[in-house]
């Protein structure tokens, strides 16, 4: 068993006695981060706005096509304007020239504005692609009237179907590629048949058979068929290998809190079961056992009341911190912040404000910690994300209505005893109504990184709702397997927690949209944009996993998500 202790919380503020991190000012925050936040985003050839981010392979692919397709579009405009400039310099019925030219000037004007459209990534759509690729292959077609249907002119349309080909729209390439053959076909036909010869300028005057002008057809339309099938392969390949380097990513960031996670336990499994200093001492009514627990501001010791035999576990000040007003009130708030909830330990006794050790007597839990449980289940399935976020919410509500704020949630303080009931552990850094934010911290911050609201990490004074933010904050970890935010040290970690947002889940793990929508609402920057209770919470998590997350619920998370979108 592993009792919460503070030696997890993250105590930022002027050194006091116990380990603690100086943060730099917002000033230097800004300045330390500000290349980050200034860094472009993925964009092409204009300014895009970071509420569209890369999600998944096909997300990577699309953002590729829009940029390939205005540079296809630019290398067509230096092929037309070259082709323009030599036909003076070429012979050819008039009325062939005529058309050749009006056909590259009219494809230059129309492409141009597509080029222009296509600078907004959202307007890339199937229509507008297939007009710009059907326009396309007539006037590649027109160039193979002109210069001749048996030479290398068709590669041009070659090249143009295995453009249009490696987009997501099968069915769009699909037609192109119908399109293409049929009217190389047209072109080509009559020539075989014999209604009229090649009028191409490049066209050989040597006469051929009509078996040799057939299978020249063939091999063109082979031609066109080859570039669409390879087209098509290759696409797949690309899918299958950005899906493959995404796979590693998550299961590389699953790794690296998991590591965080046994580095914990690890300490905590050096320490539990033997003799403390402690042991085998009265305290109160109870008598010490073994060691359970070690952090930076006390130990925790198995206990049995002396009259009743009751088990309890007892947390001690530790004797160098006794001589620290500070520490001490710190240690005694626990006791004061008792709520009564099946889903909060109970206090069972506690010293007196003066006693010479202070003591905290609690149940004695069976079970194991969240942290304990991650450590061997990287990811918990939908169910019981659900039934944690139900229960810990339910300990979150009862802390609210007795005006406790408990600003420490994190895996290792949530506690499931006897495998079915979750248990709220350790509000040694909690704050109380009566009291003025502040005044036992000197104005740091307090709570563990990767799980702050983004106004505790400013310092600001905090509610509830910076509580249902860390468990939400808990549940990103469940469901993805990983912490929603990384950095390489605090100060970038609190940085980014104010300023970023996560990765997408659904970009991580496999969930519903509606699952996405409820982490934005529940995770979002602003405390007014989250949810009010950890009751209304639970009933939107259940109907995000169901699919059918109210519609008012998902017009606000979407709105949040305009504001500020995910992270890639």
């Not at 079961?273 to 060691?291: C, I, K, M, S």
Request: charged share 20%; net charge neutral; with cysteine.
């Amino acid at each position: 068993m592993s009792m919460g202790t503070s030696e997890d919380a993250t105590v930022i503020d002027p050194p006091a006695g116990d380990a603690t991190v100086q943060l730099p000012s917002p000033t230097e925050h800004a300045a330390r981060h500000a290349q980050h936040a200034s860094q472009p985003s993925t964009s092409y050839g204009s300014a895009r706005t970071s509420s569209i981010s890369l999600t998944t392979a096909v997300d990577a692919l699309r953002d590729e096509e829009v940029a390939r397709t205005r540079m296809f579009i630019r290398f067509g405009w230096v092929i037309s304007v070259g082709a323009i400039g030599i036909v003076p310099l070429l012979g050819g019925p008039q009325p062939m020239r005529i058309a050749f030219v009006a056909a590259l000037v009219l494809g230059m004007v129309v492409s141009f504005f597509f080029h222009r459209m296509f600078a907004d990534p959202t307007k890339y759509t199937d229509r507008a692609l297939g007009v710009l690729a059907l326009m396309c292959v007539i006037n590649g077609h027109v160039a193979v009237l002109y210069y001749g249907a048996y030479t290398a002119t068709p590669a041009l349309v070659v090249i143009g179907i295995h453009f249009v080909a490696r987009t997501e729209r099968a069915e769009l390439a699909r037609r192109i590629f119908a399109t293409a053959v049929v009217c190389y076909v047209l072109c080509s036909a009559p020539i075989v048949i014999g209604l009229f010869p090649d009028p191409g300028v490049f066209a050989t005057d040597r006469p051929q058979s009509r078996q040799t002008l057939l299978v020249g057809m063939l091999f063109v339309v082979g031609g066109y068929w080859l570039a669409y099938v390879t087209a098509r392969a290759f696409r797949e390949a690309s899918l299958r290998s950005i899906e493959q380097l995404q796979k590693q990513t998550r299961l590389a960031s699953q790794r690296q809190a998991l590591l965080e996670e046994l580095r914990v336990d690890l300490e905590r499994a050096l320490r539990i079961g033997a003799p403390g200093r402690h042991t085998d001492q009265v305290v109160g009514e109870l008598q010490l056992g073994v060691l359970l627990g070690r952090g930076a501001m006390g130990e925790v010791y198995e206990a049995v009341h002396r009259a009743t035999g009751e088990p309890a576990a007892v947390k001690l000040l530790r004797r160098e911190l006794l001589s620290d007003p500070t520490h001490v009130a710190r240690f005694l708030r626990e006791v004061r912040a008792t709520v009564d909830s099946p889903h909060i330990v109970k206090v069972i006794e506690a010293s007196s404000e003066g006693a010479t050790t202070p003591y905290l007597a609690m149940e004695r839990l069976r079970g194991t910690t969240l942290a304990e449980i991650l450590r061997k289940e990287p990811r918990l399935p939908a169910p019981q994300v659900i039934d944690l976020v139900r229960q810990v919410g339910a300990g979150i509500d009862a802390a609210t209505k007795a005006g406790i704020v408990h600003r420490d949630l994190k895996p290792q303080n949530l506690f499931r005893h006897t495998g079915e009931v979750w248990k709220i552990l350790d509000f040694g850094v909690a704050t109380l109504a009566e009291e003025n934010t502040g005044t036992l911290t000197q104005g740091g911050i307090v709570g563990t990184p990767h799980y702050m609201a983004p106004e505790q990490a400013q310092g600001k004074r905090v509610d509830h709702r910076a509580d249902l933010y860390a468990l939400a904050a808990i549940a990103y970890r469940c469901v993805t397997g990983r912490h929603p935010f990384t950095a390489p040290d605090t100060p970038a970690l609190l940085y980014t927690v104010v300023h970023g947002m996560p990765p997408r889940p659904g970009e991580l793990v496999e969930v519903h949209a509606d699952v996405d929508r409820w982490f934005a609402i529940a995770m979002a920057k602003s405390a007014d944009e989250r949810f009010a209770s950890g009751a209304a919470m639970t009933a939107a998590l259940v109907a995000a996993v169901d699919g059918t997350l109210d519609a008012a619920l998902r017009r606000r998370a979407d709105a949040v998500l305009r504001a500020r979108g995910w992270e890639s």
